[in-house]
């Protein structure tokens, strides 16, 4: 009791169920009113202790309203439980949450995989500098950009793992032996060019004789050797395997006879030898 002359003037001074009654009306009243604040939800489960500090601060405004001389010490709630008239939406929506609340967890955490595998750990690096690369492109901020760009280059190559380090790497190892490529490109036309200018004819009757043992040292190269003295040789040639098959094909759709006909038969060639032209 707060106020005892109040409480007897206001209230009553012996009828304690009149009192119990009035303090169990205003109690009702105020529990509506502070519930009307909270989803089911955290009535039941997440916010209990809130929803008793709002009963009891409701309560006892209404006390001190009503000048009745209680005040209230402590309001505790043992058990929340929700209506049976919307228990089944309520345990519908729990476990929506819940899926909710699962389905989002394994979003991030095959997020983070996918970027681990992509990128490594650096991922968040690269990230952030993404980010404040956009915000220093929506500023203007050419100076900024030029540094985040340099920043984000010199990460995406020198820290960067998983299969965009990979690629990246693989990338610059093509770049580089191409440029090396160019580069010995370059010398050796160089070089041949000082060469040709001295001595034209003499570099050509080189390079030809380089070129033709090339050629005929290639394992996939056929060879003919012409015996000395002799001007012309005779070559019998069979068709090309695939050219047989198509004739073939042709020859069964014209339902025609067997035999070797038009390009499915063999051919003489007859080669000539020019002489030699200075």
Known sequence: MEDLPAFVRHVSDANDEKTRELIRTLLEHAAVRAAAQFTAAEIS???TDALAREVKRTLAAELAALGTGIAV???????????????????????????????????????????????????????????????????????????????????????????????????????TEAVQGIRGDVEQFQFLLAEYQRTPRLLIDRLWQQTRRRILSYPGVTKWYLPAGRKQVRMHIGTDPEERRQAEIEQFKREAGVGPTGSDAAADFEVVIPEEVE
Do not use: C, M
């Not at 709630?77 to 345990?91: D, E, G, K, N, Y």
């Not at 990128?119 to 220093?136: R, T």
């Open 45 to 47: 489960q997440t916010r």
């Open 73 to 175: 010490t402590t309001v505790e709630i043992p058990s929340a439980a929700v209506p049976l008239q919307t228990r089944r939406a309520f345990l519908a929506v729990t476990k929506a949450e819940s899926e909710k609340t699962t389905k989002i967890q394994e979003a991030r955490q095959k997020a983070n995989n996918l970027l681990n595998e992509t990128a490594g750990a650096v991922h968040l690096d690269l990230i952030a500098l993404l980010d404040e690369l956009e915000i220093a492109k929506a500023d203007q901020d050419q100076a900024r950009v030029a540094r985040l760009e340099q920043e984000l280059d010199r990460t995406l190559e020198e820290e960067t793992a998983g299969e965009a380090g990979a690629r990246l790497r693989g990338a610059y190892g093509e770049y």
